[in-house]
């Protein structure tokens, strides 16, 4: 079990890389740039719900495998942009499938430190949206969460099924599964249906 929660964890930090090195590319960023920000991505939001738990080190600073996963996406994006690009709607599965893992793991692992309900689901919000605030923020452009899709709400969901069942007192494992179903399917549905939220108007 630890083995594949720790693949599945090196598997999502990879797709959040290549975002962010997709994003740097467009925007004419050196190889170092490029590094920056898919590494940024990748890891932003762990390392904030580590900080705020007090899990320190950060996991991804403890182990050498998470930024060189998200180094050597950053290095594939760099030199193979154009085809990442064409496989827009892939990575942007694998991307949804990322936030749901993550935003169950940074819950669930919130709450192993000892953390009420809320909290935790907020912290896992967090695990699953810091990074692309950090990506967005470093290119000087309004983060996407903070727009109408489907992306902060789906984290929220998908954390809080895992800390309703917890509170609950209900097995952990088969919540995690629900929790990242529900928030891949909001993220699904906002990327393939074109669910958001309602936008204020102005007058």
């Known amino acids: 079990m630890a083995t594949l929660l720790l693949v599945s964890d090196l598997v999502g930090i990879f797709v959040f890389a290549l975002s962010g090195g997709v994003l740097a590319v467009?925007?004419?960023?050196?190889?170092?740039?490029?590094?920056?920000?898919?590494?940024a991505t990748a890891v932003s939001g762990g390392i904030v719900r580590d900080v705020l738990i007090g899990a320190i080190p950060p996991a991804s600073l403890q182990d050498w495998r998470y930024l060189a996963v998200a180094m050597l996406a950053g290095l594939v994006t760099f030199r193979w942009c154009g085809l990442i690009e064409?496989?827009?709607?892939?990575?942007?599965l694998f991307d949804a499938a990322g936030l749901a893992?993550?935003?169950?793991?940074?819950?669930?692992?919130?709450?192993?430190?000892?953390?009420?309900p809320f909290a935790a689901t907020l912290l896992g919000m967090v695990t699953g949206i810091g990074g692309g605030v950090a990506r967005d923020l470093l290119v000087a452009r309004i983060p996407v969460v903070l727009q109408a899709e489907l992306y902060a709400v789906a984290a929220l969901a998908g954390g809080g099924a895992v800390a309703l069942s917890d509170a609950l007192g209900l097995h952990r494992a088969p919540a995690m599964a629900a929790g990242a179903l529900l928030c891949f399917g909001l993220r699904f549905m906002s990327i393939r249906r074109g669910w958001r939220l309602p936008v204020a108007r102005q007058g």
């Open 86 to 92: 064409r496989l827009r709607n892939p990575v942007q």
């Open 101 to 116: 893992l993550f935003a169950v793991l940074g819950t669930g692992k919130a709450l192993d430190f000892g953390l009420s």
């Open 26 to 39: 467009r925007k004419r960023l050196d190889l170092f740039g490029v590094l920056v920000l898919a590494c």
